[in-house]
Structures are given as C-alpha cells and as structure tokens.
C-alpha cells in the first residue's frame, strides 16, 4: 500500500521513528513547525542517527506546516505540553480517514488531542526506547526497546504496522493500552521526580530504597483504583529492576531540567495525584513530593506545571 508517513516531533523519538522508516524505504515527510524551523533542516542536511557507534545522515524529506499536503498517517511525537497546540494547527489538515498516532509522555495530552479531532482515528503508544538528543536534528539511539499501540476505541490493528515490521521499530499491538500507558505513568513518577530533586543519575537512587518504596506503595493503590490488579504487579520489583539496568542514565526529567527546559510534570506525577484526588485516594507520599518537586522547579525558573 502506498501510505505516506507525516511526523510531527524531531525530538528524540520522532527523528529515531523517522530516521527508520525512511531507510526502510517508507514514505516519510517531517512536518517542522515553521519556514525558519524548516532552513534550519536543510541546512542540517537532514536527520542524523547514531547507532552503535556508526553515524549515519538521512536526508529524509520535510515541509513547514504552512506548505504541507493532506495528512492521512501521522506519528504526533512532540512534547506533552505541545501536544494540543500542534494538533490544532494540523486539523485542518488531516483527511477524512486520518490516523494519529500519539507518542507523548505520560497521560492527559492524549485525551486533550482526541477532542480536538474527533473524526480522526487516534492511535496510543508507550515506548521503552532509548534516545536522546545530541544537537538539533541529532539523535542518539541509546538501547533498543519496545513500542505497545493501541486505540481504547477499536481493537482491529491498522495495516500500517507491517511499515513498523520493516523499520525494525519492536512493537506489539494491545487491547489494553491503558493500563500499559498507566504502569508507565507509574513507573516514570517512582522516578523521575526523585533524580530531579535528589540531582542523580538513576543509579542514585539506590541510596533512596525507603522512597522508592513507600512511593511504590500508593502508586500501586492508584493503579488498583483505574486499571486491572495484573497492572499493579510487581511495581516495586520493576522500579529496582529499571534503576539498577539503567544506572549510568539521566532520567528524561532530570535531562529537561538540567538544560533549564519545561518538563513534562502536569502529565506525569501532576496527572497521577490529579487522579489520586477523582478517586477520593489518599496518597500522601506521592502528594508531598509532587510539591516538593513544584516548588524545586520553581526556584529553578521553571513551570510548576
């Protein structure tokens, strides 16, 4: 089938999805937010992966927003916060059988774009990969890991997949994306927060085991309260197992923080005592460090939220 890929997002992850699909010989088009955002690529010379150790150059193809056609397929992978902004501006834009596939952190932005574009079918992902940015249109494939897709709407996978196949992008596709984006919640907000205030790598919160635990705890609860039990199995276990593997890490919070960037907090941990607060559920650990964190990034200059 011939599809054309449109991604919105030269992030981290938006240039590692781009940057394989394009050498897998998909049709891919970049979509950059503005004429200068689209100079600065092409000066660029497209997007650069590094991979292994080996740095490869792809010159995959890319318009402003203002030129661009219809929009059947599009991977949205820009920042939670940007999310909705993004979408509103591509609405217009979007053909009648249009599918989204959302890529954002944590939860929220995603029921945020679904309104905005109510005929459009939307598409979830949660994403275990590990990339960073290393310099605009620069990205660096840090570890392999895995993509779950669902739509909490209709459980029929889209043929687009075979694409992902392909690309070699690990990916399965669920009935139950929401509990796989509510475990990432909870494993991000066992975290992420506490590298930022404790200024660690992951590793360091191995100094933190009490923490971690006590955190674990009510996170669990809070996944009792929206999802299935099998979804709260074994948090605890998963967090040690997460630190421990990727010790030597900077969590993606910590990384924002550090380059005096907006953080994703509204739609993690702000997300998590938002819902904590629908259900009545009293969470005081996870409350506590929810302002601590506030308050830290306020005195860093940073958004609360």
Same mark, same amino acid.
């Given at each position: 089938?011939?599809?054309?890929?449109?991604?919105?997002?030269?992030?981290?992850?938006?240039?590692?999805?781009?940057?394989?699909?394009?050498?897998?010989?998909?049709?891919?088009?970049?979509?950059?937010?503005?004429?200068?955002?689209l100079a600065q690529y092409q000066q660029a010379g497209g997007l650069t992966l590094t991979e292994n150790g080996q740095v490869h150059c792809y010159p995959v193809p890319a318009t402003s927003i203002d030129n661009c056609g219809p929009v059947s397929l599009l991977l949205l992978a820009c920042k939670a916060y940007d999310a909705s902004a993004a979408i509103s501006q591509l609405a217009p834009l979007l053909t009648a059988d249009a599918e989204v596939i959302l890529l954002q952190n944590? =939860?929220?932005? @995603?029921?945020? %774009? &679904?309104? *905005?574009?109510?005929?459009?079918?939307?598409? /979830?992902?949660?994403? !275990?990969?590990?990339?960073?940015?290393?310099?605009?249109?620069?990205?660096?494939?840090?570890?392999?890991?895995?993509?779950?897709?669902?739509?909490?709407?209709?459980?029929?996978?889209?043929?687009?997949?075979?694409?992902?196949?392909?690309?070699?992008?690990?990916?399965?596709?669920?009935?139950?994306?929401?509990?796989?984006?509510?475990?990432?919640?909870?494993?991000?907000?066992?975290?992420?927060?506490?590298?930022?205030?404790?200024?660690?790598?992951?590793?360091?919160? =191995?100094?933190? @085991?009490?923490? %971690? &635990?006590? *955190?674990?705890?009510?996170?669990?609860?809070? /996944?009792?309260?929206? !999802?299935?039990?099998?979804?709260?199995?074994?948090?605890?276990?998963?967090?040690?197992?997460?630190?421990?593997?990727?010790?030597?890490?900077?969590?993606?919070?910590?990384?924002?923080?550090?380059?005096?960037?907006?953080?994703?907090?509204?739609?993690?941990?702000?997300?998590?005592?938002?819902?904590?607060?629908?259900?009545?559920?009293?969470?005081?650990?996870?409350?506590?460090?929810?302002?601590?964190?506030?308050?830290?990034?306020?005195?860093?200059?940073?958004?609360?939220?």
């Amino acid at each position: 089938m011939n599809r054309r890929w449109h991604v919105l997002g030269a992030g981290s992850l938006g240039s590692l999805w781009a940057a394989r699909l394009y050498r897998s010989g998909c049709d891919v088009e970049l979509i950059l937010r503005s004429p200068q955002r689209l100079a600065q690529y092409q000066q660029a010379g497209g997007l650069t992966l590094t991979e292994n150790g080996q740095v490869h150059c792809y010159p995959v193809p890319a318009t402003s927003i203002d030129n661009c056609g219809p929009v059947s397929l599009l991977l949205l992978a820009c920042k939670a916060y940007d999310a909705s902004a993004a979408i509103s501006q591509l609405a217009p834009l979007l053909t009648a059988d249009a599918e989204v596939i959302l890529l954002q952190n944590g =939860l929220g932005s @995603q029921d945020q %774009v &679904a309104r *905005l574009i109510p005929k459009a079918r939307c598409i /979830l992902a949660s994403s !275990t990969e590990g990339a960073f940015r290393q310099a605009d249109f620069s990205t660096v494939f840090a570890g392999q890991g895995h993509t779950w897709l669902g739509d909490p709407q209709q459980s029929s996978s889209p043929s687009w997949l075979e694409d992902l196949q392909r690309a070699q992008i690990n990916h399965d596709w669920t009935e139950d994306i929401a509990s796989r984006l509510w475990r990432k919640l909870a494993l991000n907000c066992a975290i992420n927060p506490l590298t930022v205030l404790y200024d660690c790598r992951n590793g360091g919160l =191995l100094e933190h @085991q009490a923490e %971690v &635990a006590s *955190l674990c705890n009510e996170l669990s609860l809070l /996944l009792h309260a929206y !999802t299935t039990p099998s979804t709260a199995a074994g948090l605890h276990e998963e967090v040690l197992r997460v630190i421990t593997a990727t010790a030597a890490n900077y969590s993606s919070m910590h990384q924002d923080v550090a380059q005096k960037r907006r953080t994703e907090v509204a739609y993690l941990i702000g997300y998590a005592c938002a819902g904590a607060e629908r259900k009545q559920l009293q969470l005081p650990k996870l409350s506590a460090l929810n302002s601590r964190l506030g308050n830290y990034l306020a005195a860093h200059g940073l958004p609360r939220h």
